[in-house]
């Protein structure tokens, strides 16, 4: 089943950029909430997105209620507030439809939504002279800590063949 990430009221284009890159060159699937704080259009996404950005699987709701209806599965909540840090999930089961959630940069997601899911919260792991990582980073470090446990399913552990190959430092 598949890995997805959701981003709920994301208002950094650049951010978005960044992470359909990753979702792209991942197979994950991202979910975009809206209000966005930006336009979904090409020329705001793109120069982030690279060209990568018709390889990005991508679906845009009207509100969370609007998402949540049309999606089951596990919900983990990327926040500050969290308690658990990534190694104590497992998500090793490939069969399971797993749902990343990261808030807006500047509020987070909404705490009357992380109280209903205080188990499913997690936490990265920072000192006290941030009060959060990026969030283009987070859902990196989110995306390859799943995969990892999962190792890698339908990813290239070396530079594929149809780029400059595996072999290329050799050369």
Known sequence: MPINVVLYQPEIPQNTGNIMRTCAGTNVILHLIKPLGFKLDPKY???????YLEHVNFHVYEDYLDFTNKHKGRYIFLT?????????????????????IFGRESTGIP????KE???DCVRLP???????????NCVAVMIF????QQDYPELSKVEP?????EDWLLQ
């Open 117 to 119: 899911h205080l188990d």
């Open 161 to 165: 063949e149809t780029l400059k190959g």
């Open 80 to 100: 500050r507030y969290g308690k658990k840090t990534p190694k104590e999930f497992d998500f090793s089961n490939r069969e399971e439809d797993i749902y990343l």
């Open 145 to 148: 800590e799943v995969l990892g």
């Open 126 to 136: 920072t000192n006290d002279s941030i009060r959060s990582l990026n969030l283009s």
């Open 45 to 51: 996404i793109k120069r982030t997105a690279v060209n």
């Open 111 to 114: 705490k009357s939504i992380l």
